[in-house]
């Protein structure tokens, strides 16, 4: 009996480094993808559901976001991820949280300083996808 709990126990943790992997692959292809409005990118990144809200507080869907990203309603200038931590939930869910330093523009409006975003990934049909998140600012 024993024995057959640590092979589980195994498993599970080969799996959680696994899927870890594959959400850290992800994100470095979002940031890269965000960094140059890749909307081709962003596009098989995040999910058709995507619910997410934004740093003031508004709700942002797929399209909306890559919209922003089309019409360059959102600018990067200067991107530069400084952790990111994540929590395996199960083989089609992980949680996501970055700090990341921004400049940039959102609606002709500039910015810079540090965010938090939380993000959600489901494994699906596509592969891992967002499916939901948010992002502030760290005072």
């Not at 640590?6 to 080969?14: E, G």
Request: net charge negative; hydrophobic share 45%.
């Amino acid at each position: 009996m024993r024995n057959s709990i640590s092979v589980v126990k195994t498993l599970v943790v080969n799996m959680d480094s696994e899927i870890e992997n594959q959400i850290r692959e992800r994100e470095s292809r979002l940031y890269a993808a965000m960094s140059a409005s890749d909307v081709a990118e962003l596009d098989i990144l995040i999910a058709d559901d995507l619910l997410f809200a934004g740093p003031t507080g508004e709700l942002a869907t797929k399209a909306m976001d890559l919209d922003l990203h089309c019409t360059g309603g959102t600018q990067f200038h200067e991107f530069v991820p400084k952790e990111l931590e994540i929590r395996v939930w199960s083989e089609h869910f992980a949680l996501a949280s970055a700090q990341i330093f921004l400049s940039g523009t959102y609606l002709g409006n500039a910015f810079a300083g540090d965010y938090r975003y939380m993000r959600v990934w489901r494994r699906g049909k596509s592969g891992w996808q967002i499916v939901g998140g948010s992002v502030s600012a760290m005072v």
